[in-house]
């Protein structure tokens, strides 16, 4: 089966952004299949992401989540990525020719509030890095892939995803005649 450019959904986002949960539900609504990157990492490594980051170390693990990204071959799907797939210029431009990235942005709030356990998520922090730095870091990442940013503080998943469903249908892209 050949890819159709265009027709999947990516989100990114940080850890405790919604991208899985969400993903799942904006799939339903949009009648789209649904796959996660954390868990294609997983199952590839037959580890925990944070088994992964504990062995392997931040450079190596991204190199992973970008390799997992890259065998993506996948049509009319949404797809919820880790949270450090932005470190991956060559991936996130492999998505890009999938379809539509949606960023769902976060506050640091909202973060602290959400990430409880930050020992054993698995969240690709460099040593020493603190969740505000990678906060600032990232964003601006998320931002420069994304095509669509949703903000999602005070926002539960159904409300989430009917924004995400209004920006994608708002977002047409042209199609060559």
Same mark, same amino acid.
């Given at each position: 089966?050949?890819?159709?450019?265009?027709? =999947?959904?990516?989100l990114i986002?940080?850890?405790?952004?919604? /991208?899985?949960?969400?993903?799942?539900?904006?799939?339903?609504?949009?009648?789209?299949?649904?796959?996660?990157?954390?868990?294609?990492?997983?199952?590839?490594?037959?580890?925990?992401?944070?088994?992964?980051?504990?062995?392997?170390?931040?450079?190596?693990?991204?190199?992973?989540?970008? =390799?997992?990204?890259?065998?993506? #071959?996948?049509?009319?799907?949404?797809?919820?990525?880790?949270?450090?797939?932005?470190?991956?210029?060559?991936?996130?431009?492999?998505? /890009?020719?999938?379809?539509?990235?949606?960023?769902? /942005?976060?506050?640091?709030?909202?973060?602290?509030?959400?990430?409880?356990?930050?020992?054993?998520?698995?969240?690709?922090?460099?040593?020493?890095?603190?969740?505000?730095?990678?906060?600032? #870091?990232? =964003? #601006?990442l998320y931002?420069?892939?994304? #095509?669509?940013?949703?903000?999602?503080?005070?926002? =539960?998943?159904?409300?989430?995803?009917?924004?995400?469903?209004?920006?994608?249908?708002?977002?047409?892209?042209?199609?060559s005649e």
């Open positions: 089966m050949t890819v159709e450019a265009g027709t =999947n959904v990516t986002g940080m850890p405790g952004s919604g /991208k899985s949960t969400i993903g799942v539900v904006l799939a339903k609504r949009i009648n789209l299949q649904f796959v996660d990157t954390d868990l294609i990492i997983q199952t590839s490594q037959q580890r925990t992401l944070q088994q992964i980051m504990d062995a392997e170390g931040f450079d190596r693990f991204c190199q992973i989540e970008e =390799n997992a990204v890259l065998s993506l #071959e996948v049509d009319h799907h949404v797809i919820a990525t880790g949270g450090s797939v932005c470190y991956g210029a060559e991936g996130m431009a492999h998505l /890009k020719r999938l379809g539509r990235i949606v960023f769902l /942005k976060t506050s640091l709030q909202t973060l602290e509030q959400r990430l409880s356990n930050m020992a054993t998520r698995g969240i690709a922090l460099k040593p020493g890095q603190s969740l505000e730095h990678l906060l600032n #870091e990232r =964003n #601006e931002e420069k892939y994304a #095509e669509i940013t949703i903000e999602c503080d005070g926002l =539960n998943v159904e409300r989430i995803s009917e924004r995400i469903e209004a920006a994608l249908s708002r977002a047409v892209r042209p199609t």
